[in-house]
């Protein structure tokens, strides 16, 4: 639908030209990274076990720090307001953030595996894991920008959202490292199944954050 | 009239649940210490299992009916179907802490650990997580009828979340084998232990059913006081307005030279 | 279009905001081609009416119709007949006047989007700010933004909640205009204001609120302005209507 693009092409604007988090996202991504090195003093052998974690945490967190801003930023500046009075429906307006917070996530994703790549000689470019992650992202910003709406307008809100989000995206953290270990220890025919339960999480998922999301956006 | 003979009505079934609960569950605890048999491996240790299974079936059945009463709110907002989903809620929370300590329990003698990362103890244990959301969206939302609607969404996701979150842990931890644990049995039961059992899951669902009631009745009393303290809000003040009459209005149609 | 039937109709609304009671028994109707002065102290409501009118608040108690049917189940096709400015703006500083207004028409449906956000920039005196960002405008044009962002789809009612606000003489000139001309079409025009003068000159109908409660409901011409000073100020029903 054009409202839905309409929605994405101002979040971006409004995000680039704003610079209210994007960028903060990016820089925090690539010191988790880089702090995974310490925290998990990967030699060689380990690298590859637990190198992926380590990614997906940084993108995990990373990713909550932007979604949780996002809408919060509307929400306080009256913009959500706006919006909310233009005759769409919750689903609609749903779309338009998903979509954008996917791209922003993808973004972050952009930066760090690269990086990741020059650090730790790790395998992060190949195709199969830039499918992963942009799966994951998908299904990461599904719940994220349901559960974001929804803390933005409780107390506590910083807090609320990675503490929904966290249990709930558990499938997908477990199914974005397996398969990116997998990846990385050369054995990528293997991580198929777990691109099936990813792929399936995010369908249902975004359904379903789609469908709710009036409960969320009312009053 | 009617109204008291039918409240007196269901106060009597409520009493024969309880009474029917009270004497199932007596009876399965006698079973589970005395009729059942000891446990070749594990010995008596082994007779929590009794208990830990039922509580685990009660908290993913009160997750289903938080799903029931969220989906229910979403489609009708009704207050009673919030009602049953928070009831559900609570109880499920109750006991899903009690899987989790009497998992624990079981494990220790036989695991010479407090935990293991197995599938289905992991799943309770981020149900447990998803419980606390539940309650503390409702507390932060601001206002009651925002917390239902925020707890309704919360109930749904993590509802249809389970099943895949289990899946997803099934599927992690067969790729790393691990010692198996936690032997339930499987097809190999006994039939006493069977028996013992199932009368413990029978009792302990009897317990559910019953607390469900009480519960959502409580809730239903208090929702209700809530209700009247607010239109209590909306009763004319007492003191009446300030009547004195005001200068007479004059018919001007000079105002607007006032611009 | 006029004569038709209220466009909005209130009845006996109560709205509490936890244990405070916002607006107590406030019965209303708009007609079309109507230009309400809704006045009152602070705190009296006026606010809330013109937010519940909006469907962005939904009554504790009694119903509100809108264009025949209850605005707050049918909340989104009612939001496409309303043009409100509210006390925040609803525009984005980063993007310019001009891909405000585009991205709204689009919101709003309209087609021609670039063509009808030209032609409101126009209206309010702002085509040539066209391209500059919301964020560089003084607070008196930023408020012509809002009310171009308002009448951009042209709705039936425009509900307008403090619009002088930073307007200079020439948005004030605006603004009238911009008042005139919805009544003049058939639609009709809620506002809430301070400036006592400067609404009663553009109003056709006067609503007083007091502590939540209408104080005072009449045409312009049938009250005097001391009258309608001495409402807001006492917050009580005037004598001799």
């Known amino acids: ?219 | 009239m009617m109204q008291r003979n039918s409240t007196n009505r269901s106060d009597m079934l409520v009493m024969g649940l309880g009474l029917l609960t009270v004497a199932v569950l007596t009876l399965g605890i006698f079973m589970a210490f005395v009729y059942a048999p000891s446990d070749l491996a594990q010995g008596n240790a082994q007779r929590i299992f009794y208990v830990h299974v039922p509580m685990a079936w009660l908290a993913y059945l009160a997750m289903a009916v938080v799903f029931v009463g969220s989906v229910g709110y979403m489609w009708k907002r009704s207050a009673r179907m919030d009602r049953l989903a928070r009831s559900s809620a609570e109880l499920g929370f109750l006991f899903t802490t009690l899987v989790l300590i009497t998992g624990s329990l079981w494990g220790r003698p036989i695991w010479n650990a407090w935990w293991q990362w197995e599938a289905r103890l992991t799943t309770t244990l981020i149900l447990w997580f998803i419980f606390i959301g539940y309650f503390m969206v409702r507390a932060y939302a601001g206002d009651r009828e925002r917390g239902a609607r925020y707890a309704a969404v919360l109930g749904i996701i993590g509802a249809i979340d389970v099943p895949i979150i289990h899946q997803s842990v099934t599927w992690w931890r067969t790729l790393h084998p691990e010692p198996i644990v936690l032997d339930t049995g499987g097809p190999n039961l006994p039939d006493s232990m069977l028996a013992t059992l199932l009368v413990c899951l029978a009792g302990f669902t009897l317990l559910y059913a019953y607390l469900m009631v009480q519960k959502t009745r409580i809730e239903t009393v208090r929702d209700a006081l809530a209700e009247r303290e607010l239109t209590a809000l909306f009763a004319p003040e007492s003191e009446t307005l300030d009547r004195r009459p005001v200068a007479p209005v004059s018919r001007n149609v000079s105002g607007a030279a006032e611009d | 279009m006029t004569g038709d039937g209220p466009l909005i109709q209130v009845e006996h609304v109560y709205k509490r905001f936890g244990t405070k009671v916002a607006l107590r028994d406030v019965s209303f109707s708009l007609v079309s081609g109507e230009a309400v002065a809704l006045l009152g102290a602070n705190g009296a409501g006026k606010t809330t009416l013109l937010r519940s009118l909006a469907t962005l608040a939904r009554p504790t108690r009694g119903t509100i119709q809108a264009f025949g049917v209850d605005a707050w189940s049918a909340r989104a096709a009612v939001r496409a007949q309303l043009g409100v400015v509210a006390h925040q703006p609803y525009v984005y500083p980063e993007l310019t006047c001009t891909e405000n207004l585009v991205f709204f028409a689009t919101m709003f449906g309209l087609e021609e989007v670039r063509v009808r956000a030209a032609e409101a920039l126009e209206h309010v005196g702002l085509a040539r700010r066209a391209d500059d960002r919301a964020s560089t405008l003084s607070r008196g044009l930023l408020q012509r933004l809002n009310l171009a962002r308002a009448i951009l789809h042209e709705p039936a009612v425009l509900l307008l909640d403090e619009p002088d606000t930073g307007l200079d003489a020439a948005g004030r000139e605006v603004l009238s205009e911009i008042v005139h001309s919805q009544v003049t079409r058939g639609g009709s025009v809620v506002l809430t204001t301070h400036a006592l003068e400067y609404a009663l000159g553009l109003a056709t109908r006067v609503v007083v609120l007091g502590e939540g409660r209408v104080v005072l409901d009449e045409p312009r011409e049938l009250v005097s302005d001391e009258a309608v000073s001495l409402a807001i100020g006492s917050g009580v029903v005037a004598a001799g209507r």
């Not at chain 1, 338009?96 to 730790?120: D, E, M, T």
């Not at chain 1, 198929?192 to 956006?217: E, G, H, M, Q, R």
Request: glycine share 10%; with cysteine.
């Open chain 1, 1 to 219: 639908m054009r409202r839905v693009w309409a929605l994405v092409w101002k979040d971006l604007l409004v995000e680039f030209r704003g610079r209210e988090f994007l960028g903060a996202m990016v820089v925090f991504a690539l010191i988790t990274i880089v702090t995974l090195n310490f925290a998990f003093d990967l030699s060689r052998g380990d690298r590859e076990a637990s190198g992926a974690g380590g990614l997906w945490i940084a993108f995990l967190f990373a990713g909550m720090l932007g979604l949780g801003r996002s809408l919060a930023v509307e929400r306080d500046r009256g913009t959500l307001e706006g919006l909310t009075l233009c005759p769409v429906d919750a689903g609609t307006i749903f779309l338009g953030k998903f979509i954008s917070n996917v791209l922003f996530i993808v973004i972050v994703q952009a930066v760090s595996l690269p990086v990741f790549y020059g650090l730790y000689n790790l395998p992060s470019l190949e195709p199969m894991v830039l499918l992963m992650a942009v799966i994951g992202a998908i299904g990461l910003a599904g719940l994220g920008t349901l559960f974001s709406a929804l803390a933005a307008s409780s107390r506590a809100r910083e807090i609320l959202m990675p503490l929904l989000l966290f249990p709930l995206a558990i499938p997908l953290v477990i199914g974005t490292v397996r398969a990116t270990t997998l990846i990385f220890q050369g054995d990528g025919a293997e991580a198929w199944p777990w691109f099936n339960l990813l792929a399936a999480f995010d369908v249902i998922f975004v359904t379903l954050s789609y469908i709710v999301f009036d409960l969320v956006l009312e009053e």
